[in-house]
């Protein structure tokens, strides 16, 4: 049976402290020595495959080793087309079974005024709070292992595969970067928690580009260098103005083609793109100093008025937009559950987008 990382990999790896901080060479030929350990544990079933359908223990025992290998496998595994926390703060606090959050917002009212020497008109500053509430909601994904497959893994001596696993952690993935970015589940046309995301909240302020490209037209590529770059500019401008310069637009998403035909556009006879030049010479660089995130996402390619493209300007910052995930994705112990089918669940808590502050977000359409 499975006793620790250095029974299982040979020595090559001997805690979980020394994995998390060893290279990927050295992780992959621990997995390589953990496989055949696996490998020879499923040799050791050869003669009690038969006990698989009679006694969920001898199941157990010989799937739960492999699965700390496979599942170890699985969160080695980076997914980088589904990475919305580069968009947006994860809030992780909580876990698999809290139903909500709560918090409040704070405004301040009242102003200074000139006053008589001996007036009794005293103006106050006061404070209006108010309270929000914020669900979550249980999701899941799991696999499952047949009889067959365990027994045909121990008579041969073989490992068990983590295709299963993979997928079905892809497939969590997949969900919760939907719910990111439209506060759909994947493939949906709407949102059955009555969610929003990231490029479609309908609180946030949002307008269609100047209609004065060739033709006209408000397509950026019917624009010259010098529209386009006062365009992006003014999205990032007016978060600066709706929030009374509380707020600074420190990223732009564009729709992935869009960035791919900026990055492809150059300046003149130069070896600079558009892309480049917006990335050094724009409105929040030249406020603070400080260089612009550039990013591109799918999700944008058909998010504005009428299908458009969108692009967004926002703060990237904890306190106008994050996403609650107190439980991440997470496979729970395998049981049998029919005379044939062993099961491994998968779990995850999901409190999909919460946008705290809509005006430090604008959107702009039809480009």
């Known amino acids: 049976m499975f006793i620790n990382f250095a029974d299982a990999t040979g020595g090559i790896i001997t805690d979980a402290n020394a994995w998390h901080g060893a290279d990927e060479s050295t992780r992959q030929r621990a997995l390589t020595a953990w496989k055949a350990h696996d490998a020879r544990l499923a040799a050791s079933f050869a003669d009690k495959t038969a006990e698989f359908l009679v006694d969920a223990q001898v199941g157990r025992a010989f799937l739960v080793p492999q699965l700390y290998r496979i599942e170890t496998e699985v969160y080695m595994r980076k997914y980088p087309s589904f990475d919305f926390g580069q968009l947006m703060t994860v809030i992780t606090d909580g876990d698999h079974w809290d139903v909500g959050t709560v918090f409040y917002s704070m405004d301040q009212v ?94 946030v302020p949002s307008a269609q580009v100047p209609n004065d490209g060739t033709g006209p037209a408000r397509t950026f590529a019917s624009k010259t260098d010098t529209q386009v770059l006062r365009d992006i500019n003014e999205a990032l401008i007016a978060v600066h103005t709706a929030t009374g310069e509380t707020h600074v637009a420190n990223t ?94 998968g779990i995850m808590n999901v409190g999909g987008v919460e946008i705290r502050l809509p005006k430090a977000i604008v959107y702009r359409d039809s480009f």
């Open 110 to 203: 009242g102003k200074a005024e000139f006053l008589a020497g001996k007036a009794f008109d005293m103006p106050y500053a006061s404070t209006l709070m108010n309270q929000h509430t914020h669900a979550f909601h249980l999701a899941g994904i799991g696999y499952e292992w047949s009889v067959q497959e365990m027994e045909r893994a121990a008579r041969l001596g073989r490992s068990l595969s983590s295709d299963k696993a993979m997928a079905a952690d892809q497939a969590a993935q997949a969900f919760l970067w939907s719910i990111a970015m439209t506060g759909r589940t994947p493939g949906a046309a709407t949102s059955e928690k009555g969610w929003t995301g990231l490029v479609n909240n309908a609180s």
């Open 252 to 345: 732009l998403l564009l729709p992935t083609s869009t960035y791919q035909e900026l990055a492809s556009r150059r300046l003149g006879d130069t070896a600079d793109t558009l892309l480049d030049f917006i990335r050094q010479k724009n409105a929040y660089t030249a406020l603070t100093g400080q260089p612009l995130t550039i990013r591109a996402t799918r999700a944008l390619e058909t998010a504005g008025t009428g299908n458009s493209k969108r692009l967004i300007a926002y703060d990237n910052s904890r306190e106008v937009i994050r996403f609650h995930l107190p439980g991440p994705h997470q496979f729970l112990p395998p049981f049998q559950k029919g005379s044939m089918v062993y099961e491994v669940g």
